[in-house]
């Protein structure tokens, strides 16, 4: 079975440019996670959806910083404009949530950013 | 909230020998308890999980890992580690009720030497 898909897995960019991350989460899953990972900070979660619906994105950074589930296959985060504090590790992942079940949450490889 | 500690950012260890990696939580309610690896620019996988139960729990490459309620902790151990053991190991716990989502520990480099 293919796991978590994400594209780019390395991204160098400009200060200032636009970034897409895409997500492709395991086939019937219905929770979606963006997790960035630093150095400084560890793994910190951005946000999630639930059947595609934003549930709780009280750790993104800041209004640079949006993300959407248009189906059930696909997510993007963006950043816009860029800037070099932005690089990081950006994992995506997903589960078949079922409340109290503690089903397992399964990331892909990540997107490696890197803002010039 | 919860929040998680590994009380260790690095743990050297030599090949064959034995290994434990600590981790305590806080968090007002119930939890479940994990823990993944990460292997050099790869990304997270589970190791192993603590739902209900036993509170031994068995995880792939010969881990284990004992929930402790009394002292909120949640450590991993191995009997005899491998050069291919080295990677970084995350604590996470996430709420039993309500959102899935994970709060993890700032991990624990293990390194393995021959």
């Known amino acids: 079975d293919a796991g978590v898909i994400q594209s780019p897995r390395h991204e160098v960019t400009e200060m200032g440019q636009e970034v897409t991350l895409r997500c492709k989460p395991i086939?019937?899953?219905?929770?979606l996670f963006w997790y960035r990972q630093t150095m400084m900070r560890g793994l910190e979660l951005l946000i999630y959806?639930?059947?595609?619906?934003?549930?709780?994105d009280s750790g993104m950074p800041e209004d640079r910083f949006s993300a959407k589930m248009p189906n059930a296959s696909f997510s993007t985060l963006k950043i816009q404009p860029s800037e070099p504090r932005d690089s990081a590790v950006y994992f995506c992942?997903?589960?078949?949530?079922?409340?109290?079940?503690?089903?397992?949450?399964?990331f892909g490889e990540g997107s490696w950013l890197t803002v010039v | 909230a919860q929040s998680v500690t590994q009380l260790d950012s690095q743990v050297p260890v030599f090949e064959e020998a034995p290994v434990e990696l600590r981790c305590n939580y806080s968090s007002s309610v119930s939890v479940y308890l994990f823990w993944y690896v990460q292997y050099p620019n790869q990304g997270l996988q589970l190791l192993l999980k603590y739902l209900s139960g036993s509170t031994l729990v068995k995880g792939i490459n010969g881990f284990e890992a004992e929930f402790n309620k009394s002292q909120t902790s949640f450590h991993l151990r191995k009997p005899s580690v491998h050069i291919s053991d080295t990677a970084e190991y995350f604590c996470?716990?996430?709420?039993?009720?309500?959102?899935?989502?994970?709060?993890f520990g700032q991990g624990t480099r293990l390194t393995i030497n021959p």
């Open positions: 959806f639930n059947n595609n619906v934003p549930i709780d």
């Open positions: 086939s019937g899953h219905n929770s």
């Open positions: 996470a716990v996430s709420k039993i009720q309500g959102a899935q989502k994970l709060v």
């Open positions: 992942a997903s589960s078949s949530h079922l409340q109290g079940s503690g089903n397992t949450i399964y």
